[in-house]
């Protein structure tokens, strides 16, 4: 079935899966195949499936309630068949005792034109005027004439004819009832025939199912403008948190570069008071030899002192 171009179907499990599943009856380890259940989760996805589950649900069920009438209907065109069959069988039946009443008559010597024949067709249309689908009446002279037949008394032979009719009455009440019958079932089949043309149920469907899918269409478009707006706002975020962490990371090397420019001041400085306390040491000549040697242990000490500095420098560059 297809939607707008989509077709709507039921899938079977996937490739991998199957792959999944031989190889596990091939090695015949007991390890569960659970391909599916680290796979993300997809809305967009599970969207569209909804949708073509829903619309193939709608047009399913429409079709099989179309079918469904369909086969109701096909159920009473064989009725009628059927019916139709019965009632030439019982127009048979009446035609055979309508022959036998003919032979009767001949047998028993009657004439066609006679009174006596007259007499019995008169009470055969009297006992038609009992029967209301057939509308017979009787005008009043036929009446009065009836009531004189039968204070006279009938006949043997109008009798066995009367009684022979009523055998042929039954298969024409028969008859009446599956003529009515046919007539119902063939007004029940136009009627539906044409509410199936005001409505025509599988073109709403299939409306429907294509109204269901645009709007999911709609609401995966909105899913996926909502999804393109969540990328870019992780994609700011994630730049603003590196330029944050750059700036931490200048803001660092500030400090170690002031901390190194501080260092260097201090050395420039102790070299400058080493370089005087050199130059102050050799202008004593008049000083006694200890207190020279013990100028220099000064010096010397401030010399490592300035190395040190400088292997402070050095260590912190590096």
């Not at 993300?40 to 589950?53: G, H, L, T, V």
């Not at 019982?90 to 309508?98: C, D, N, P, Y």
């Not at 029940?188 to 294509?210: F, G, H, N, S, Y």
Request: aromatic letters at 2%; charged letters at 40%; proline letters at 1%.
């Amino acid at each position: 079935m297809k939607v707008q171009n989509t077709t709507i179907f039921m899938g079977d499990a996937s490739r991998s899966q199957r792959h999944g599943k031989a190889e596990q009856d091939r090695t015949g380890n007991k390890n569960i195949f659970a391909g599916g259940l680290n796979q993300k989760f997809d809305p967009i996805a599970q969207k569209r499936q909804q949708a073509r589950e829903q619309a193939m649900k709608i047009v399913g069920d429409t079709w099989a309630g179309d079918k469904k009438i369909d086969d109701d209907i096909e159920g009473r065109r064989n009725r009628i068949l059927q019916l139709r069959g019965e009632i030439r069988q019982a127009r048979g039946s009446v035609r055979e005792i309508e022959e036998q009443r003919e032979a009767l008559r001949e047998s028993c010597g009657v004439e066609a034109d006679s009174q006596e024949q007259r007499d019995l067709e008169l009470l055969a249309k009297e006992m038609d005027a009992k029967t209301p689908w057939k509308q017979v009446s009787l005008t009043k002279e036929e009446g009065e004439r009836i009531e004189q037949i039968r204070a006279q008394g009938l006949t043997e032979y109008q009798e066995r004819s009367l009684e022979m009719k009523k055998g042929a009455e039954y298969y024409e009440n028969q008859i009446n009832e599956m003529k009515k019958e046919i007539e119902m079932e063939n007004s029940i089949i136009r009627a539906t025939r044409l509410e199936r043309l005001k409505k025509d149920p599988m073109v709403k469907a299939q409306k429907q199912a294509e109204e269901i899918m645009e709007a999911a269409s709609e609401e995966i478009v909105g899913m996926l403008a909502d999804e393109a707006k969540d990328h870019i706002d992780e994609e700011m975020e994630e730049k603003k948190e590196a330029a944050q962490e750059k700036a931490e990371e200048a803001k660092e090397l500030e400090e170690k570069l002031e901390k190194i420019k501080e260092k260097k001041e201090d050395q420039e400085e102790l070299a400058e008071a080493i370089g005087e306390l050199t130059e102050q040491t050799l202008q004593l000549d008049g000083v006694k030899t200890d207190i020279q040697e013990e100028i220099k242990d000064i010096v010397n000490k401030m010399k490592l002192l300035e190395e040190d500095i400088k292997g402070a420098v050095v260590d912190t560059t590096v």
